[in-house]
């Protein structure tokens, strides 16, 4: 495994197997603009793709919220990305906020998200970029990018309505509103809610467990269900066969196999 990035404004620790991100700038409710951020969660993700020995990321905010978003003083006095003409803006967003969209829909590993305060704007789309979200009774989100007459620029009008449906995706987005964390969890925005004391540990026990299995195979299913969602049925199965004729030659395969025939746990080692 190579070394753990030095990251400006979060943390990245790792334990058996997965990693905890804790976005770390509370003094601005971890808004993603205007602080390194950006570049932090990017960087974590790229360093989780490259090292075979992590199958899981959690991500978790410090203090108050999971994350702001973007910087609504940075909007009104128009500086950094949002700053300069139509044309400069927009290639700050490319280069800038968009970066964690497509850096999150790349991970190849298990990606979590628990949420333990509120996520608003790109903070609640940048939640529903990853696989699982565990919330407690301080989750807040908001689509709320129409309230400040703007648009999800980071693409959350592509991942909100793959997780809720058109309809419900369309009345969050269009009007704005917050929710609250059981509403949240009715959506099927939140696979869980619990007590805010035992969110982390909640993630953790996840994390763990996906951790546990065999490595190349999980890596491999995750990249597979990204597929399924963009691929016709004949193609799609045409990839299965051969992901799957990987698997069953991988010595992962036998001991996973073999601890099922003995009644033992299997010990995976990722080939």
């Known amino acids: 495994m190579t070394a753990v990035p030095s990251l400006q404004d979060a943390t990245l620790t790792v334990t058996n197997r997965y990693a905890t991100l804790i976005l770390e700038r509370d003094d601005v409710r971890n808004a993603l603009t205007g602080t390194a951020l950006i570049d932090d969660i990017c960087s974590a ?11 899981c990321l959690i991500i978790t905010g410090a203090g108050s919220a999971f994350s702001s978003g973007g910087n609504i003083k940075d909007m009104r ?3 950094g990305m949002f700053g300069g003409s139509p044309a400069e803006i927009s290639e700050s967003y490319k280069k800038g906020i968009q970066r964690i969209s497509r850096t999150m829909f790349e991970a190849e590993v298990v990606t979590i998200a628990a949420v333990n305060g509120a996520a608003v704007g790109a903070g609640f789309d940048l939640c529903c970029m990853a696989d699982i979200r565990i919330g407690c009774e301080n989750t807040r989100f908001g689509e709320t990018f129409i309230n400040l ?8 009008a592509w991942f909100l309505q793959r997780l809720v449906g058109y309809q419900r995706a369309a009345e969050l987005t269009f009007s704005g509103r917050i929710i609250e964390s059981a509403e949240a969890l009715d959506l099927g925005l939140l696979l869980e809610c619990v007590p805010k004391e035992t969110l982390l540990e909640t993630a953790e026990r996840y994390a763990a467990g996906y951790a546990s299995k065999p490595p190349q195979a999980l890596r491999a299913t995750k990249r597979l269900m990204k597929l399924a969602q963009r691929q016709e049925l004949a193609d799609f199965l045409d990839v299965c066969a051969d992901v799957q004729s990987q698997c069953h030659h991988s010595k992962d395969h036998q001991r996973a196999l073999n ?4 009644k033992t746990d299997a010990q995976f080692e990722g080939n």
């Open 45 to 55: 993700i790229e360093w989780t793709n490259a090292n075979k020995e992590v199958s």
């Open 77 to 79: 006095d128009k500086v």
């Open 149 to 156: 007459g703007i648009i999800p620029g980071d693409g959350g």
């Open 259 to 262: 601890a099922f025939i003995n």
